[in-house]
């Protein structure tokens, strides 16, 4: 039984750090093969590889030569003989490299192009801007080259950059025979400057027109007489922006028409734009006198005067009605004499007033001038609201709330049937030009019914020949 038991477990007598260990050199032998055998298929998938890129390769380059041989770019004979070692490839490989386009240290190669002897004769040079901005290329070279970079798998550096598989771009010749030649840009002349009588700027804040020498002074007492038109018929409270807006464009007819090139400065500018609460206070000025003795207002302390002031003011304050000629009624819309007064002393005093000279600007009259005059009409009778009269100061801000109102009533009142308004209104200024003595500027030489009829008569009698000789005249 024992002898049984030692032959079932012919070990188990012996410890078992006593066991015999396996060879060593057999593993190690064993890991080495299984190494190289890797090692040997990755290298046999690369070659394999290398030689559909380089097929895919020497295909591309055999289309290129076809499409454009001449433009093919020059190879060395010695890289063609250059043999490739294939034994240093190991877990990655590069490609055979790229012909440099720089010119060798070294002695001159012989180069060769598609079997043709070198052209040495300079090529003819075409100036940049006659290039084309595309290469006229086909798109089954680009697909070439993309298949290319794309099955080699980025593992052949320098494929999409190498000169070989940049297409030839053409270049495109001169429309012209002759070189274009640039226009030389006209210089502007450089604008004067305006000069003050002191020789510099005064050291006041404000600047009055007999600080300037000629021709500033005028240049820009003419600005302000236009810009003081615009703020009478354009707009009475204009803003900023539109304040800069017509001294710009005013400075340019002035100095225009006076044949002269001067700088507007900001300190000129300021002066222009000043001129704009002149002239709101100057149509003030001028309505104010006419408002006693138009509407009958009285100067005194009486009781009796005190109470027909008020009751005056109050009837011609309400619903405005100071501008219809039945101020009670309220009919005849802006036709009491105060308005065509106030227009008139203010605008067309004289054949050279602004009314007068400045006819398109007032032809017809506009309802901003009309808003403004009610304006000025209102704030003047507002001086007999306590039944005595106290002269006032002409905010520009209360103000500009009353000319608002004026303005949105006379817009509807002017939309109410525009084709009436519009006579209104130019009938106004007609009558108003007419009482300076100035003449009216109306178109002329429309030819009339009767005219037109006479002269086909004329042209029916006439005799012409072939050769266009009246014989009447003969």
């Known amino acids: 039984m024992a002898m049984t038991s030692l032959q079932r477990h012919p070990t188990s007598s012996y410890p078992t750090s006593t066991l015999p260990a396996p060879p060593q050199g057999s593993r190690a032998r064993a890991s080495r093969e299984r190494t190289e055998a890797a090692k040997d298929d990755k290298l046999a998938k690369m070659e394999k590889k290398l030689k559909t890129a380089q097929k895919k390769l020497d295909k591309t380059h055999a289309r290129l030569q076809e499409y454009g041989a001449d433009r093919m770019p020059m190879e060395s004979e010695e890289e063609d003989d250059a043999p490739v070692n294939m034994s240093s490839f190991s877990d990655s490989f590069t490609s055979r490299g790229i012909v440099s386009r720089a010119a060798p240290k070294t002695a001159t190669k012989k180069l060769r192009k598609g079997g043709e002897a070198p052209i040495t004769t ?33 593992d052949i550096e320098g494929s999409r950059s190498s000169p070989a598989l940049q297409v030839p771009r053409k270049r495109a010749r001169s429309s012209s025979p002759t070189k274009r030649r640039k226009k030389r840009a006209k210089v502007a002349e450089p604008l004067s400057q305006a000069a003050f009588v002191a020789g510099k700027a005064p050291g006041g804040s404000r600047t009055n027109l007999k600080d300037y020498t000629e021709p500033a002074r005028t240049l820009l007492h003419n600005a302000m007489h236009r810009y003081e038109v615009c703020v009478d018929t354009l707009n009475t409270y204009p803003g900023a922006e539109l304040q800069m807006q017509w001294v710009k464009e005013i400075w340019d007819q002035v100095c225009t028409e006076a044949e002269e090139r001067m700088q507007l400065t900001e300190r000129m500018a300021g002066m222009i734009t000043k001129y704009g609460s002149h002239a709101r206070s100057t149509v003030v000025g001028c309505v104010c006198p006419l408002i006693a003795p138009t509407f009958g207002f009285k100067l005194g302390d009486s009781d009796k005067i005190l109470r027909k002031n008020l009751k005056l003011h109050k009837v011609l304050l309400d619903e405005s009605g100071f501008h219809y000629r039945d101020t009670e009624a309220r009919t005849g819309y802006a ?99 007419a009482a300076t003595g100035a003449a009216l500027v109306k ?28 014989s009447d005249e003969e």
């Not at 940049?128 to 980025?154: K, R, V, W, Y």
Request: charged content about 30%; overall charge negative; proline content about 5%.
């Open 122 to 154: 300079p090529m003819s040079r075409i100036p940049l801007s006659d290039l084309q901005d595309t290469p006229n290329i086909p798109e089954s070279f680009d697909d070439a080259a993309q298949d290319l970079d794309s099955e080699a798998g980025g």
């Open 335 to 433: 036709k009491n004499d105060i308005v065509m007064e106030s227009m008139r002393v203010t605008w067309f005093k004289n054949k050279s007033a602004r009314g007068v000279r400045f006819m398109q600007a007032f032809s017809p009259i506009t309802l901003v001038t009309l808003a403004l005059t009610f304006t000025a009409i209102e704030f003047c009778i507002e001086e007999y609201s306590t039944g005595r009269f106290q002269p006032g100061i002409f905010d520009e801000v209360e103000n500009k709330e009353r000319y608002m109102v004026h303005l949105q009533d006379l817009t509807e009142w002017a939309a109410l049937k525009p084709s009436v308004t519009d006579v209104i209104r130019q009938q106004m200024h007609d009558k108003l030009r």
């Open 443 to 470: 178109p002329t030489g429309r030819m009339s019914e009767a005219g037109r009829t006479r002269a086909l008569e004329e042209l029916e009698a006439m005799n012409v020949d072939q050769e266009g000789v009246d």
